[in-house]
Structures are given as structure tokens and as C-alpha cells.
């Protein structure tokens, strides 16, 4: 059954209308006047106001029926514009108008229904508008325009969602009340967001639990995607209809829909701008020199270019005790965490969670309390990255992608940061360990280059505990030679060389590494708590092990340092081994070389010179020179005479080729020249060399009792050729005259018998002259030569030649000896220059020289004149120059004839 209708009814056949509806049991009506309208319709409140005719209503009266919901229905010719429904005047009025009322109260009239396409149609115009906004506040702006343009609800607002708030975007009406939001659990706008459905509220005192300040009597409440609310409210009940719901629907979805594209617009903005901004920052990342600077960046930039509220960067403790805080922008941060929850399982998985309320998940650890949101990364196999918001669903899939790619960045870069920083400590580790096998290398004894190797393999290496045992002498056992001071008295033992991976590595020269000592068959530790280890061998020496209490403690790059390290301990240890054994033959050696009763001398060939290295006490003694100024010096230039100079070469190129030399030589020394026997060795035969020794033999004495005895059987042959010869012819002349004296008895044959017989004690004076010169020389002493030059001329029949003697000539001379040379030279001048020549004696810079004005001697003959014999004269002997050679001979001085000034005999003396 229909409703009954109440009608007001305004014009001029306003009569004739109530009195035909009166006649309907549908409705009661009643006249009134345009003045009357407004208050009457506030307190009677009919449902519908009927316009008769040409009846016109202001504004006013238009504004308060609309707000007061009751529609207007026009009967005549052409409806007004504000119209709601219209009946022809030709058509017959009651039912018409009746129905029209209800269509109009209903919304239905063919005026509401063209109002409402002409509604939808302005709104489709506005929706173009609302797209094309390019921005947030520009959509709201347009938004607010189409809602006062098309739906011309007095009263509405559009709130979106921030945190648990609904915020208003914007505002019609007196809607005040919606200035600082809503909460998300408040109200009708709540529910409306919280169900995602619309809510159409006709009468607010129908839903009491709905708080109502401003007395709204009825509510058009429409969902804004999952992200708004857009709610029309009215100040009388039934103010909205399912025409304004649906339009209210579709300005929700046009505004939704725009919001969508800007938000996925903007968030593809953000995420490109973010991209480009984490693109630019990865400079900074790779720029990193250590983890801490790259840990501080990664946080940084998860801030400053990612915009995450608080982030975490977490590093993974030893022995599962949770995670150290590295590096974080959260001041509130604990230290560590404990290894469970989100962080654990990110750790644990290695994989990625994104979770939008932390609450609710069941692996939550928060520290903070309140609604939060997460994103937790694994940053390599050791470490976590994790991004707080202090609201639930905070993060889409563009945060965790983004947070994805910075982990991925700065994971890379931690690698590159890794790798250089093991580079750079292995170059660290190296330069250490070279230096260290430079500080053994200098070592002087064993123990020296083991305490060295324990220090480095501390030091460089990194080894808390480490042995080196050497091979004793049995050559069965090693035994513990080296330990680091603080090790136990049992952490090591001696063990055969057939015993455990000690005495593998010994047998095959190969070094171990143990990862797990429970796991290796060979592995005989010497306490049960050693885990891991490596074994190394020193050379064929021994083996030097590193151990730990750590399963997994050693990787290559510890065997191959230590390897490298024994190496040079190895080398070290047969150098100092080598050296002791060298010390020990060179201190024989050097005790013999300084016991040789011989002269001795070390050299070594130094571009071509032998240079002494040292001599023993019997050469500073034989040779007369100290030994600090011989050292370094060249042996030859001491000792080799000038006039030796290509002998002593010989003897040094058979040195160099390896060759012995063993012969006699005459040596200078720091008294004159003396004779020695010589042996030369080089330190190895047949080979060529650069080092040798020289042995001299002082064999002076025996070579001076040859020459004595050389210099007598030369005489001595010098007497049997003129016993046999010279002595031969006179005594025949004698013997002949004699026997004719004998036979005639004449006298005269006698003077001849005479003449012979004085021919023959000359010649044997100056035999025994010859043989008595030809003796050593006594002891000499400086002598004036013009003193002794006097004596000697006295002692010569000179007749009327002529001496001259320099003044202040003196010399070095046996004074009878001297006398008895000047008294042959001078007799030689006057018996081949005649009793009026003249001599003359000078001294000179190498001794001195005797010359005369005679006729002198030529050239071939010179060096003849002085043998035994040789004469030019029938009374010569030719004995006279002999003595003077031989007398010169005797003072160690040398004799020279050459022509005089004047072209006589010029006898020139080196002493």
C-alpha cells in the first residue's frame, strides 16, 4: 500500500489542484502562497510543493526546499528550471501529479532523470579534468571544483589515508568539524574505509552509535580506492538518493583512478629518481677503502637517497653469538642483537623479508615499540641489512627491490674492499716476511735464525703455536728445536721420522694441511685439543708445524707463507751450518798459515793484481814490512823488483789458470833484494781462480854460497888458462935462453932469461890480485873518493899525467877495495894514454865516473876489454879491468865503458 502524499500547492489555479486531489484517497494538499512557503514548509515539512500555472519561486525559497529535500513538481504549460517534476496542464491533473510527486520523491521524473544524465555527463567532463591533474594537490583541487560544479552536495569533504588517520584533502561546507581528520576507527568515514564499501546514511538518528556534532541528519559515505573516503552529508534526512550515491560512487572512482596514476606516476618518479640517486651514490660506495667507511655509506645512502626512516646494518659474531650493530642511523640502536627473529632467519635463509605489520608477525624481535613495518636483506654470507617504518606498510615492492640493489651494490663493493684489503695485508704480510727473512738471513748462529723464525711465524703469520723440529744425529728422530716462550712444556715432542704428519712431511718433502686433525689418518697430535694444523718441511733439515685449537684455522695462503718462510730458514740454517764448518777449517787453516816458519802470504786477484788479504808473522819479518801496509795492497808492488816486472805476470796468469808455481825468484825487501825460493798455490787446481797463497823461502845464503863458489871455479879456470897459456910462453923463453947461456956462456942470453922471469911474477901478481878482488867486499862505509882517489894515485907510477877529483863526493865503499879499482883504472889510462894524460874523477846522480883523455877504446872492444886476459899492449896482462869489474861486482854496483868527452876511456859506476 502506497504512502498518503502531503502537498503544498502555489498559484493561481492552486484551488482548483487541491480540490481535485482531495477527491483521491493518495495525498492531502492544501493552497499556499509564495510568502507563506518557506515557513510553512520549515514547520509542516510537506513532501512535495506543487507550482500551478506561471507560480515562480526565488531563490531563497528554491535553496531551502532543496535543502530541506522536498522536491518541486510544476503542472502548466513549461516547467521552471529548478523543477523536479512536470505534468502537462492538458492532461488530466489528479493522478499525474500524484505519480510525478512520488517519481520526484523517488528521484524517477523524466526532469530528475535528465538532471541525472545531465549530472553524470558534467561529472564525465569533470572526470577529463581530474585526470589530467598531474599532481596530488592539483587533483584535490580539481576534485573539490567537479564536486561543487556536479554533485552540489552543500555539504561534503574528501580524506585520504595517512598513518590511522583520515586527512582532509578538501573541504564544501560547513564541514569544520573534519578539519584535523579522522581516525580510521571513527565514525561513518571509518567504516567506510575500513569495509571498502560505500555507506548510505538516510537518518542519522536511525544509527545512534554515529556522533553527530553538527546535526547532519543523513550521509552519502563512498570508499576512495583503499586510500580515501569521500563523504556528502545533509542537515535532513533522505537528503540523498540513489542518484546522488552513484554519482558520489563514480567521483570516487574518477578520483581514485587519477590518484592511482599520479601515485604509480609518482612512484615510478620516486623510484627512478631514487634509482638514479642510488646510481649516483654507487661512486661513493665503490670509492670505499674499508668496510666501516662502506658500512657508514651503505646506511647513509639508505637514508639520505632511499629515504628509509631507520636502517640497520648488522655483522654476524663467531660462535652464533648474535650480531654487532656496524653501522646504523637509528641513535636508539642496540650494539648487538641476538641471533633469532627476522634477523636470524635472513641470516639463516639467506633470502629477503618484507613485512608489513611486525606485530603480527610471528617471528618479530622489534626493539621499538609501536606499529612498524621491515625489510631485511642479506648483505653477503656474514651480515644483514634492514630497513624500520614506524607505521605498518611502509614499504611496497619498489623499497625492497631498491634496498635489494643497494645491498648489491655495496655487497660488491664490500668484495672489491675485501679482496684489496686481503691483497693488501698478503703485500703487508710479504713485505713483513721478507724482512724478517732478511733479519734470519743476517744471522750469525743457529739458535739466532730459529728464535728469528719462532718471531716471525708470531709476528708475520699470525701462529700462536708453532714448532721447529731438526733431525738430530742419529737421523732417526725430530726433535723440538724452537717454541714460542709462552708454549706449554708438552706442547711438543720429539717424534720419529716415520711418526705422524711430522714425520710424512719429513719423508716427502710435502707440506699439510689439516683442516680437521679428528679427520686425518696421519695426525698424531701431542695434545688432544689441537684441531687443525699445517706442516711444513725446512729443507731436508726438519719441519716446522702451526697448529690450533680451531677446527679449519689454516687455509692456503698460511702454507704457502709458511712454506715460503722455512724456505728461508732452510737456507739460513745450511749457511750458519755451513759457515760454523768453514769457521772451524778456516781458524786450521789460519793457524797454520800463521805457524808457517816460511814468509806467507793470502792474496786475491783484483783486476789482474794480486791484492794482499793477509800475511803471517814470518813475512813481516822476512820482508821487512808491517802488515797493515801491505793489506789491501798489491803484493807485487812491495815485493817484485822493476827489472821482474814481466816474470812476475807469467806467474800471476798460470795462477789465474790454476796452476802451482814452484821456483826461484829474487824479491825486494825492506833491506834490498834477497833470493827466495817461491811457491805459489791457488785455492783450486785446474780451475780458474781469484785467490791463492804464497809461501817465500828465504834462500839467500845458499844462492850467495853458489854464486861464491861460481865466482871460484870461474877463477879457478881463469888460473889454468893462464898457468897453461900465459905463464906457458915466457917460461919457454926463459928455458931456451937459458940453455944457450949455458952453452955459449954469454951473459946477454941471461938479461933475456931475466926479462921472462919479470914477465912472469907480473903475471902472478895479477893473478893473485884477480883471485884476491874477486872475494866478497868487508864491511863498507862512507868514504871520501877524492881522499882515497889520492892514495891510490900515489901508489902509481903516474909520471906526468894529471887526477882531478870532484869535492864532496862521498860513497857508500870498502876503502881498500875502492883503492885497489882506481889504482887498475889509473894504470889503464896511462899505460893506453901515455905519462901526460889526464883523469878525472866526478860523481853523478847514480854513483860516479872515472874518465881520461886517451885515446879510448872503440866501441866492439868495450865490453871484451873486461874479461880475464884481453890486452892491447905487448907488456899488458890483461888482468887490470877484470879486477875493477869484479870489484864493482863485489860492492852490489855496476860497470859501463863509453866514450869520454874528449874521445877517451869514460868508465861510469851505479852504486
Known amino acids: 500500500m502506497t504512502r498518503s502524499l502531503s502537498l503544498f500547492v502555489v498559484g493561481d489555479g492552486a484551488a482548483a489542484v487541491v480540490s481535485g486531489l482531495a477527491a483521491t484517497d493518495d495525498g492531502s494538499a492544501a493552497t499556499v502562497t509564495e510568502a507563506t512557503l518557506v515557513d510553512r514548509v520549515a514547520s509542516e515539512q510537506p513532501d512535495a510543493v506543487v507550482l500551478v500555472g506561471d507560480a515562480d519561486l526565488d531563490e531563497t525559497a528554491v535553496h531551502d526546499l532543496d535543502t530541506a529535500g522536498i522536491p518541486i513538481v510544476a503542472l502548466g504549460e513549461e516547467p521552471p528550471p529548478y523543477a523536479e517534476g512536470f505534468v502537462p496542464t492538458n492532461e488530466s491533473p489528479a493522478q499525474l501529479l500524484l505519480r510525478e510527486v512520488r517519481l520526484a520523491l523517488d528521484g524517477e521524473t523524466r526532469l530528475q532523470l535528465r538532471e541525472s544524465r545531465r549530472r553524470v555527463t558534467r561529472l564525465h567532463d569533470g572526470a577529463a579534468d581530474v585526470a589530467a591533474a598531474r599532481s596530488f594537490d592539483e587533483l584535490y583541487d580539481r576534485a573539490a571544483d567537479v564536486a561543487a560544479d556536479v554533485l552540489s552536495f552543500d555539504h561534503c569533504w574528501l580524506g585520504t589515508r595517512e598513518a590511522d588517520r583520515l586527512v582532509p584533502r578538501f573541504q564544501l561546507g560547513d564541514v569544520e568539524l573534519m578539519a584535523d581528520g579522522i581516525g580510521v576507527d571513527e565514525g561513518i568515514a571509518g567504516e567506510t574505509i575500513r569495509g571498502g564499501e560505500s555507506v548510505f546514511v538516510r537518518e542519522v538518528s536511525e544509527r545512534p552509535e554515529v556522533s553527530n556534532p553538527r546535526d547532519f541528519r543523513s550521509f552519502v559515505s563512498v570508499p576512495v580506492g583503499d586510500f580515501g573516503v569521500y563523504q556528502a552529508a545533509s542537515l535532513t534526512p533522505h537528503g540523498f538518493d540513489e542518484a546522488d550515491l552513484e554519482l558520489a560512487e563514480l567521483f570516487a572512482t574518477h578520483v581514485s583512478q587519477a590518484h592511482q596514476r599520479i601515485r604509480a606516476e609518482s612512484d615510478l618518479q620516486d623510484r627512478q629518481r631514487k634509482v638514479t640517486g642510488l646510481h649516483r651514490a654507487a661512486p661513493r660506495l665503490v670509492d670505499a677503502d674499508t668496510e666501516a667507511e662502506l658500512f657508514d655509506l651503505t646506511v647513509e645512502i639508505a637514508e639520505t637517497v632511499l629515504e628509509f626512516d631507520r636502517s640497520y646494518l648488522l655483522v654476524a659474531l663467531p660462535d652464533g653469538e648474535g650480531f654487532e650493530t656496524v653501522a646504523t642511523t637509528d641513535p636508539e640502536a642496540p650494539e648487538r642483537a641476538p641471533e633469532s627473529g627476522i634477523l636470524g632467519r635472513t641470516f639463516a635463509e639467506g633470502r629477503t623479508f618484507h613485512v608489513d605489520e611486525v606485530a603480527a608477525h610471528p617471528d618479530a624481535r622489534p626493539h621499538h615499540e609501536g606499529p612498524q613495518s621491515a625489510i631485511s636483506v642479506p648483505f653477503g654470507d656474514d651480515a644483514v641489512f634492514q630497513v624500520i617504518a614506524e607505521r605498518e606498510g611502509a614499504f611496497d615492492d619498489t623499497d625492497r627491490e631498491l634496498a635489494e640493489l643497494l645491498v648489491s651494490h655495496a655487497s660488491a663493493t664490500r668484495e672489491r674492499v675485501r679482496s684489496e684489503a686481503a691483497l693488501r695485508e698478503s703485500r703487508r704480510t710479504i713485505e713483513r716476511l721478507h724482512g724478517a727473512a732478511a733479519d734470519i738471513a743476517k744471522a750469525e748462529t743457529e739458535r739466532a735464525v730459529l728464535d728469528r723464525a719462532i718471531a716471525a711465524a708470531e709476528g708475520v703469520l699470525s701462529f700462536d703455536r708453532c714448532t721447529i723440529a731438526l733431525l738430530d744425529e742419529t737421523g732417526e728422530y725430530l726433535v723440538p728445536a724452537a717454541e714460542p716462550d709462552d708454549a706449554d712444556p708438552d706442547a711438543s715432542r720429539p717424534m720419529h721420522v716415520s711418526e705422524g704428519v711430522t714425520g710424512r712431511t719429513y719423508r716427502t718433502g710435502e707440506s699439510v694441511l689439516i683442516e680437521e686433525v679428528a679427520e686425518n689418518e696421519h695426525a698424531a697430535p701431542a695434545k688432544p685439543e689441537y684441531r687443525s694444523g699445517i706442516s711444513v718441511p725446512v729443507g731436508d733439515l726438519g719441519t716446522c708445524q702451526a697448529v690450533s685449537t680451531e677446527p679449519g684455522a689454516f687455509d692456503d695462503t698460511d702454507l704457502e707463507l709458511a712454506e715460503l718462510l722455512m724456505a728461508h730458514v732452510a737456507v739460513a740454517l745450511e749457511r750458519v751450518r755451513a759457515e760454523g764448518d768453514l769457521r772451524d777449517e778456516r781458524d786450521r787453516l789460519s793457524a797454520l798459515f800463521e805457524n808457517i816458519p816460511d814468509a806467507a802470504v793470502s792474496f786475491e786477484m783484483v783486476d789482474g793484481e794480486p791484492i794482499a788479504r793477509a800475511v803471517n808473522t814470518a813475512f813481516e819479518e822476512t820482508f821487512g814490512y808491517p802488515g797493515d801496509d801491505l793489506i789491501g795492497e798489491s803484493v807485487d808492488e812491495f815485493i817484485v823488483p822493476a827489472d821482474t816486472d814481466t816474470e812476475a805476470d807469467e806467474l800471476n796468469r798460470r795462477l789465474r789458470a790454476g796452476e802451482n808455481v ?151 865503499a870498502d876503502p881498500d877495495r875502492l883503492g885497489e879499482l882506481l889504482e887498475n883504472l889509473f894504470r889503464n889510462s896511462i899505460e893506453h894514454g901515455g905519462s901526460g894524460v889526464a883523469v878525472r874523477i866526478e860523481c853523478t846522480d847514480t854513483g860516479f865516473v872515472v874518465e881520461d883523455d886517451g885515446n879510448g877504446i872503440p866501441a866492439p872492444d868495450r865490453e871484451e876489454v873486461f874479461e880475464p886476459g884481453v890486452t892491447s899492449t905487448e907488456d899488458g896482462t890483461g888482468f887490470g879491468l877484470a879486477i875493477v869489474r869484479r870489484v864493482a861486482e863485489a860492492h852490489d854496483w855496476s860497470v859501463e865503458l863509453v866514450e869520454g868527452e874528449s874521445g877517451g876511456a869514460r868508465f861510469e859506476f851505479r852504486t
Open 662 to 812: 814452484r821456483r826461484e825468484c829474487r824479491r825486494l825487501t825492506a833491506h834490498g833484494v834477497r833470493d827466495f825460493l817461491m811457491y805459489v798455490v791457488p785455492l783450486e787446481l785446474h780451475a780458474a781462480n781469484v785467490r791463492g797463497y804464497a809461501i817465500y823461502s828465504d834462500i839467500s845464503e845458499r844462492k850467495e854460497r853458489e854464486r861464491a863458489l861460481e865466482r871460484q871455479n870461474e877463477r879457478l879456470e881463469e888460473f889454468a888458462s893462464v898457468v897453461s897459456h900465459d905463464l906457458r910462453n915466457p917460461l919457454s923463453v926463459a928455458e931456451g935462453y937459458l940453455e944457450l947461456a949455458r952453452e955459449t956462456g954469454s951473459d946477454e942470453h941471461l938479461e933475456t932469461v931475466e926479462n921472462a922471469l919479470e914477465r912472469m911474477r907480473g903475471l902472478i901478481d895479477d893473478l893473485l890480485m884477480l883471485a884476491r878482488e874477486g872475494r866478497v867486499v868487508g864491511e863498507t862505509e862512507p868514504v871520501d873518493l877524492a881522499e882515497v882517489a889520492d892514495v891510490a894515485w900515489r901508489h902509481v907510477d903516474t909520471g906526468t899525467a894529471t887526477l882531478s877529483v870532484d869535492e864532496d863526493c862521498t860513497i857508500d
